[in-house]
DNA sequence: CTACGTGCAAATCATTTGCACGTAA
DNA sequence: TTACGTGCAAATGATTTGCACGTAG
């Protein structure tokens, strides 16, 4: 399950950290989404809520809560132009980016914490984090392309 | 196996690419190395042969080499600030970065791969690319941790 | 009160691009 | 010959940072 608003001011509070309102805005903007943002998109939400907030609060907001383990954060794109975030520990989400359409996949899947499970067992290392990005065909565009025989 | 410098300048031709003195070099850099290499560091390489060579050619020449597939190319640490080239289909490589000692860890595993083919079977997608990292300790420092009961 | 947080604008850093010149075919 | 490739320097775009002011505790 996600953190709450409250365990991340706790977390905030027990590492000297201020609680300021633009912390508490941007970890109420987190709580009320699932998926990743990026830094631009939370802007946004923030900006509509509160028009003074600036883009380098949130950058330097987002990488503190990173920090303290209030969210993930990941690349989720191929082109990986610009980092996601959202509150920590919400379901696994991996994404495909479809080279047809440009449609982006979401993918639930475990795949990725097994993998670690593996790597730890046969290697001895400790895995805390992993990102993985596809680049491939959509559903709809594989089922495209073998009607017409392209694949 | 690995592409053949023949292979590719076959490929470039048949696309209608001139073989330059600069692509032939890159290619000659990159199959001289299995790992992968970031722009600068083939810059780098490049220039010991030919100090005339630019950074911007580097970066239009494996942006070339990516889209015929005669490179692969990827994000292989966390922070993911540089994208790291090889020439297509040697083993697959993944890194952990340790986030205690720094080191990148070299994983050799097919696990990607397996993952692509449940993705493939769960969800009918096709996955063409992949790029996963790891963050989390390398085997000693996991070892240290333990020893010294922080973990 | 005062150390920490913020907004702003400028800096950074990897990568891309416009332009005039060079060269493979 | 001539369209394509290159070197150079300037542009780009995401992210970071220096600085002077503002405010949480």
């Known amino acids: 399950m996600t953190l709450t608003i409250d365990k991340a001011e706790t977390l905030l509070r027990e590492h000297g950290y201020k609680i300021t309102p633009q912390r508490t805005l941007l970890l109420q903007i987190m709580a009320g989404q699932a998926a990743y943002l990026d830094a631009e998109e939370i802007f ?19 990488n503190l809560f990173a920090e303290l ?63 993985a990005c596809f680049t491939g065909y959509c559903a709809e565009c594989t089922e495209t392309l073998r009607r017409t025989g392209k694949l």
Chains 1, 2 share one sequence.
């Open 69 to 131: 383990g209030i969210v993930d954060h990941r690349y989720v794109s191929p082109e990986h132009r610009r980092e996601v975030f959202r509150l920590s520990a919400g379901p696994e989400q991996h994404y495909l980016t479809c080279v047809r359409c440009g449609k982006r996949v979401l993918i639930h899947t475990d795949l990725l914490n097994r993998m670690a499970h593996e790597l730890v067992r046969h290697k001895g290392v400790m895995v805390t984090g992993a990102c």
């Open 44 to 62: 946004q939400l923030a900006h509509l809520q509160d028009a003074s907030v600036s883009l380098a609060t949130v950058y330097r907001t987002l």
